[in-house]
């Protein structure tokens, strides 16, 4: 599929909380490789990973886009159960900056890096 998809113009291959599909995932992507897909591999995730995790990837995925949804680890209880967040999103950005760096743009098109959707919730503007 990602090389029909690229075959069709694709500029990339966006792979949405792909964590849980890791294993087939790289699978895939190691026979797409080897039978020519050479669009990038965006990492679309909620930013709340095991860094471990992420090291698997490096060398693989081009760009990454993880969320930011919290600063404040009471909000993130509040509304996600997860008081570890800020500290758990902040440690995988850092490794998705080090494998990848800042993003880069070719033609208006991500080539490589890092980018981050920071989610403001309504009446949390502060957060």
Do not use: C, W
């Not at 797409?32 to 930013?47: D, E, H, M, R, W």
């Not at 070719?106 to 890092?114: H, K, M, R, W």
Request: hydrophobic residues 45%.
């Amino acid at each position: 599929m990602m090389l029909i998809l690229q075959n069709k113009g694709a500029h990339n291959i966006n792979l949405i909380t792909p964590t849980y599909y890791l294993p087939h995932i790289l699978l895939a992507l190691t026979l797409a490789i080897q039978k020519g897909l050479n669009i990038p591999i965006v990492y679309n995730t909620s930013g709340y990973e095991k860094v471990e995790i992420l090291k698997f990837l490096d060398g693989i995925v081009n760009i990454y886009l993880p969320d930011f949804k919290y600063a404040d680890n009471n909000l993130a209880h509040l509304l996600s159960s997860a008081p570890d967040y800020p500290k758990i999103a902040k440690s995988v950005i850092k490794e998705m900056f080090r494998q990848v760096g800042n993003l880069k743009v070719n033609n208006g098109f991500a080539e490589s890096g890092l980018i981050i959707r920071h989610l403001i919730l309504p009446n949390y503007i502060d957060n």
